[in-house]
């Protein structure tokens, strides 16, 4: 089983950027791979980023790509989410989640999730 910690949300202004954490307790943090993704109210849970067990892979949904930067420290079993030039469109709850899957960005293929961290952008 694997416990998941999410933090760093905020509000903030558009172009402003955050740093999300995703800490992560139980099974070996290198064994399995990770992944971001955000909900707002009436809309379905979207995929964000995700990031392989050894963090050499990374993928990343079209509306992110050159703003958003997944990484992990497996030293201190933690995976994080470089968020800049935020839009409004981006406020969102960010949760992430295990898989064995990174390649997909499909939610039923990732395993334990975290609370999740609210993330807000004023215009």
């Known amino acids: 089983q694997v416990q998941l910690v999410e933090s760093g949300g905020g509000l903030v202004q558009a172009g402003d950027s955050l740093r999300l954490s995703c800490a992560a307790s139980?099974?070996?943090?290198?064994?399995?791979?990770l992944g971001w993704f955000r909900r707002t109210p009436g809309k379905e849970r979207e995929f964000v980023a995700s990031?392989?067990?050894?963090?050499?892979?990374?993928w990343y949904t079209n509306f992110v790509k050159g703003r958003f930067t997944i990484s992990r420290d497996n030293a201190k079993n933690t995976m994080y989410l470089q968020m800049n030039n935020l839009k409004p469109e981006d406020t969102a709850i960010y949760s992430c989640?295990?898989?064995?899957?990174?390649?997909?960005?499909?939610?039923?293929?990732?395993?334990?999730w975290g609370q999740g961290t609210q993330v807000t952008v004023s215009s």
């Open positions: 989640a295990t898989t064995h899957t990174p390649q997909y960005s499909l939610a039923g293929r990732y395993d334990y």
């Open positions: 139980g099974r070996a943090f290198s064994s399995y791979a």
């Open positions: 990031i392989s067990g050894t963090g050499s892979n990374s």
